[in-house]
């Protein structure tokens, strides 16, 4: 069962093959806890991410399409937005917009030309971001990267939701402004 390649495993996890089950576990479980650790930063929550994500790969092993890329990247994807999502839940500070924006330069990007413009971008958008007082790149960071409503960042900033919107707005605006192409440096 070792030497099969990773479709295979994937349709005996598919199909309940408790061998191909633990081929699969152990072919996929440093890549997929060595990611989550490194997103999250915390081993305890790495484990309980990699845990997810097996499941996860487990539920939907049937829906896997190879056409759209390898059983690896589509284990890994998962690992990754089970992650992001695990440091949404728990963080109340925005998470630095580097190091998530870099978290999808893998799945986005292909090459490393590619790569290189997408992490041109991301210290762009960084810089702008700085450029911010404080309360609108906080609210900015967590509507955009923390998925948040201006509900729920007028209740974790202690601020009326018409604040929180106001503050979005203005940030958005002000990073608009920054990002146009005449803006840059």
């Known amino acids: 069962m070792w030497a099969a390649p990773d479709d295979a495993l994937l349709a005996g996890l598919a199909a309940e093959d408790a061998d191909a089950a633990v081929a699969f576990v152990r072919r996929f479980q440093g890549r997929v806890y060595g990611l989550a650790i490194s997103i999250v930063g ?3 929550l ?3 991410v990699a845990q997810e994500a097996f499941t996860r790969a487990w539920r939907n092993a049937a829906a896997f399409d190879p056409r759209r890329g390898s059983v690896a990247g589509w284990l890994l994807t998962i690992t990754r937005n089970l992650a992001i999502d695990a440091l949404r839940l728990r963080r109340v500070e925005p998470v630095d917009p580097e190091a998530l924006a870099a978290l999808q330069i893998s799945a986005s990007a292909s090459g490393p030309a590619e790569q290189a413009t997408v992490r041109d971008e991301v210290r762009h958008v960084a810089r702008a971001l700085t ?3 404080v309360e609108q ?3 900015v960071l967590l509507a955009a990267l923390g998925g948040r409503t201006a509900r729920e960042i007028g209740e974790v900033e202690g601020i009326p939701v018409g604040t929180a919107k106001t503050r979005i707005r203005s940030g958005m605006m002000k990073l608009r402004e920054a990002l146009l192409p005449e803006a840059e440096e």
Do not use: I
Request: charged share 60%; hydrophobic share 35%.
């Open 42 to 44: 915390d081993r305890a």
């Open 46 to 48: 790495a484990e309980d």
């Open 131 to 133: 450029r911010l007082p």
């Open 137 to 139: 790149r906080r609210a």
